[in-house]
């Protein structure tokens, strides 16, 4: 079945500290797509990134940056000097490749405080 | 990034009633999707429609959901008969394509409290 965990609930971290959100999925297909998206308080998801199974390169994008490792079935997700406007809950997901329509699977979210 | 909107923004009902929330698609986007979030849980996924016809439904969409796009307007879920549970936001989100992995775009959510 395809799955994504994220364990940690929420984090609390003081500004300008860097902070890891862990994310591991399981999946039968070989060739998948991962995903991050961005809750804010204001309640709406906001596209971070997608990144496909076969691309193994680590991502940075300024503050932003995402470890991928096929072999522990990770997708971690960095924020190097945190800001308090990075406080939100933020989602880690997969395209399920056994849907017809690439129905994107969540996972349970971790909210962020950044505390000033 | 396109910009998904929604309508309304919130909404506020009575058990049994029937509400209808809306999406405006984006001009080239052929893909739409439904997914509920339930008050301080994850996103789950509702429905996805292409070409005026249901592609892919969850177990949660059932009898009393269903989806239209009339005349390439505005793409809609609509629930017969509310209910507590139902109580969520749900969002709307768009695709240019189902190649796999496409990248889904969300729209600002409604928020569908029942009361």
């Known amino acids: 079945a395809q799955k994504v965990t994220q364990a940690q609930t929420e984090i609390s971290v003081v500004e300008k500290e860097d902070v890891t959100l862990d994310c591991v999925y399981e999946t039968r297909d070989t060739t998948y797509y991962l995903f991050w998206y961005k809750q804010p308080p204001s309640g709406e998801l906001v596209f971070l990134i997608r990144r496909n199974s076969f691309d193994e390169q680590n991502e940075i994008s300024g503050r932003y940056s995402w470890n991928f490792q096929k072999s522990t079935s990770s997708f971690n997700f960095t924020i190097t000097a945190s800001q308090v406007v990075d406080s939100a809950v933020y989602f880690c997901?997969?395209?399920?490749?056994?849907?017809?329509?690439?129905?994107?699977?969540f996972g349970s979210g971790t909210r962020l405080s950044i505390r000033p | 990034e396109p910009e998904v909107t929604q309508t309304p923004s919130h909404q506020v009902t009575q058990m049994g009633q029937e509400v209808i929330l809306r999406c405006v698609p984006i001009s080239n986007h052929l893909y739409f999707y439904w997914y509920r979030q339930i008050l301080g849980q994850k996103v789950e996924f509702l429905v996805s429609f292409y070409n005026n016809e249901i592609s892919e439904k969850s177990e949660i969409f059932d009898d009393q959901f269903s989806v239209e796009r009339p005349d390439g307007s505005n793409f809609t879920l609509k629930i017969r008969s509310t209910k507590l549970e139902d109580s969520a936001m749900y969002f709307c989100?768009?695709?240019?394509?189902?190649?796999?992995?496409?990248?889904?775009?969300f729209g600002p959510g409604t928020r569908l409290l029942v009361l």
């Open positions: 997901a997969l395209s399920d490749p056994y849907s017809s329509a690439s129905k994107i699977i």
């Open positions: 989100a768009e695709a240019p394509g189902t190649s796999k992995g496409e990248t889904q775009y």
